[in-house]
Structures are given as C-alpha cells and as structure tokens.
C-alpha cells in the first residue's frame, strides 16, 4: 500500500509539469525497448575518467558538465547551428552521442521524414497558445519544417536536463499523436536522463525545475524496473492526452 501510495504522488508530481502536443516518428527505427524495459548503459571507469578530464585552467559554464569548454564548443558548434543558435543546445545535442538518445540526435540533425534539420529554440509557449503557457516543451510542424520550442523559463537550464527532454521531443515528427507514442516518448526520456547522470557523475546539474522534471521521471522509470510501468500508468491518466488515439504511424498500441 505504501509503495502504490509514493508511486501515486509521484505520478501527481510529473503530470504537473506541460505535456507538449507532439508528432510521430516514420523514418528509420529508434532504439527497440523489449518487452517495454530499456537497458541503461553501464559505463566504465576508464571512460568515466575520460569524459570528466579537461585542463584546470579552462574556463567551463556552470551549465556544462567539465568536457565543455570554450574550444571544445567552438570544435562542435559547425555540426549544430543547422539547428539551432544557442550554444546550450550544442552541447545538450553533443551530449545525447553514445546514448539511448542517439536516435533523436541525429533526427534533430536531419535524419526525420522532412530530411531536414529540425529548428530548436527558447520561446514563450504561451504567445503560440495561452493552454501552452505552462509547457516544458513543444512540437511543431509549420510548413514541410519541424521545430521543437523549449520554454524560455528553462533558458538558464544545465544542457544536461536540456538533452534529456530533446530526447523526447525529437522522436515527434509528424502532425499525428498517440498514447504509445507519448509513453514511449517518455520513457525515452526517463533512460536518456539515467544514463547521462551516469556517464557525468562529477557534475551537479543543481535543482532548477526541468531538473526536478527529470529526476520525478527518472523515480517513476526505476520504480518500473527501468520499464514504461508507471510511465504508461502517469500518461494514460493525464488529462491533456484523454483524446488521444491508441497508436499513431510508427507507434503500435501498447
């Protein structure tokens, strides 16, 4: 009883953050979660070390993990302003590489049924639509280009948390929406963010709102057994997704 009790108020605490109208992923496969439950990859020691390595007297953003100095986003920047201008999203796009997130990397970069790279910004939700105002994020499709807005109040986010919540919003990409869909968008998410706070254990994200998001998430996945259990459970019962059909292109029934 206790347990059903933590796993309820958990289940409360996600749903109060936006759930974003979303599009379904056609082109190419992502990553096949068996049986609902997703492997988080396990890193080694060695490449642990590697990742947390930079010179001392290299000047990092608090926002970025140490890898991420000024020459290093300067390296990097070329492959990512196809998408987007801001440097916090170079790297919270770098930081998906290797990851579950792989998948909506290289859709961000273009690899989507529009074939083109799909445009990341900050943006006021609430001027597309007031019911938007208190969404993380949103999908969108204007033309034959897809756009992916993040609220501007997580402008000061780590690119840490960032990465993780694009995980998830680069797997929409089309005008059609799911249950399945948005589970198995979440669920991406919730393995996405496991895994980064793995392979960037030194770092401290600090406690901003899209952080708490993550680590709600990432309880509610753990708590399935690293499965969609709970997850399925918190968007089945969300309000805002009551209309939403059982399965959309690309995404069977659950």
């Not at 068996?34 to 953003?61: H, R």
């Not at 140490?66 to 990512?80: N, P, R, V």
């Not at 999203?89 to 074939?115: P, W």
């Not at 929409?172 to 669920?187: I, K, M, P």
């Amino acid at each position: 009883m206790k347990k059903k009790y933590v796993v309820g108020i958990l289940v409360l605490l996600l749903l109060s953050f936006g759930f974003a109208p979303a599009f379904s992923l056609i082109l190419d496969k992502p990553p096949v979660f068996k049986g609902g439950k997703i492997t988080v990859k396990k890193m080694k020691k060695n490449e642990k070390t590697t990742i947390a390595a930079v010179k001392t007297s290299e000047a990092v953003n608090p926002l970025y993990p140490a890898k991420y100095t000024q020459e290093y986003i300067s390296q990097i920047k070329d492959e990512y302003k196809c998408s987007c201008k801001d440097e916090v999203f170079f790297v919270a796009l770098d930081m998906l590489k290797g990851t579950s997130g792989e998948f909506s990397r290289n859709a961000v970069l273009g690899n989507n049924l529009t074939t083109k790279p799909i445009k990341i910004e900050f943006k006021d939700l609430g001027q597309i639509n007031k019911n938007y105002a208190s969404y993380d994020a949103l999908g969108w499709k204007r033309g034959k280009r897809l756009y992916i807005y993040i609220s501007n109040k997580h402008n000061n986010s780590p690119a840490i948390a960032l990465a993780a919540l694009l995980s998830h919003e680069a797997l929409h990409q089309d005008e059609y929406n799911s249950l399945a869909e948005e589970t198995y968008a979440w669920t991406m998410e919730a393995a996405v963010w496991c895994e980064l706070v793995q392979l960037y254990p030194n770092y401290n994200p600090g406690i901003d709102s899209l952080v708490q998001r993550e680590n709600t998430l990432k309880t509610i996945f753990e708590r399935g057994n690293y499965t969609d259990k709970y997850i399925k459970k918190t968007v089945y019962s969300n309000t805002g997704y009551q209309n939403l059909p059982q399965s959309s292109p690309g995404f069977e029934a659950l």
